[in-house]
T-cell receptor
């Protein structure tokens, strides 16, 4: 099925550094979602975006819905060890099922 | 956020047997539930969409007779893997969404199925 282009695929960063990841799509979406998945668990919703240009924060996390409605980014500030995991972007147009990116695997070095 | 409970979290079964996985929305009514399959180090692959009281819509390449989905109530959907084979071993995850409200999709904890 259709997938989003999510980058980077993996990141190794030092504790305290900021992180940025993004997703792009060839289709226009009206919803962008960012999830985090820990090993052996289901994805947990981090941030939901519904309007083009919307910038939303959740603690140290900030995500934006791109103006073109074809992209979104997620930033994590001052990373900590528990930020380790796989981050997925997901987009939706109308009531269609979510389309997922391939994930960004984040490793934090203390 | 809303809570979606999936059970069991892990199951081991013998080849040829059937396994049922339950997905429940605990504090909201889910008109639509989705079933995903995830292989190691890969993204989620949508298997089917189920709407309460109607037949599930399967994605291309997913065998409907192999993966039976029932969505009998607004809070429960089940996925039954019939005549399981080792290649069916995977991580299965459900999610639930309320339509037409623009609510997020909430995921269950996932079920690790191992067929021996």
């Amino acid at each position: 099925g259709q997938q989003l282009n999510q980058s980077p695929q993996s990141m190794f960063i030092q504790e305290g550094e900021d992180v940025s990841m993004n997703c792009t799509s060839s289709s226009i979406f009206n919803t962008w979602l960012w999830y985090k998945q820990d090993p052996g668990e289901g994805p947990v919703l981090l941030i939901a975006l519904y309007k083009a240009g919307e910038l939303t924060s959740n603690g140290r996390l900030t995500a934006q819905f791109g103006i073109t409605r074809k992209d979104s980014f997620l930033n994590i500030s001052a990373s900590i060890p528990s930020d380790v995991g796989i981050y997925f972007c997901a987009g939706r147009s109308g009531n269609t099922p979510l389309v997922f990116g391939k994930g960004t695997r984040l490793s934090v070095i203390a | 956020g809303a809570v979606v409970s999936q059970h069991p979290s892990r199951v081991i079964c013998k080849s040829g047997t059937s396994v049922k996985i339950e997905c429940r929305s605990l504090d909201f009514q889910a008109t639509t539930m989705f079933w995903y399959r995830q292989f190691p180090k890969q993204s989620l692959m949508l298997m089917a969409t189920s709407n309460e009281g109607s037949k599930a819509t399967y994605e291309q390449g997913v065998e409907k007779d192999k993966f039976l989905i029932n969505h009998a109530s607004l809070t429960l959907s089940t996925l039954t893997v019939t005549s399981a084979h080792p290649e069916d071993s995977s991580f299965y995850i459900c999610s639930a969404r309320v339509i037409p409200m623009n609510t997020e999709a909430f995921f269950g904890q996932g079920t690790r199925l191992t067929v021996v």
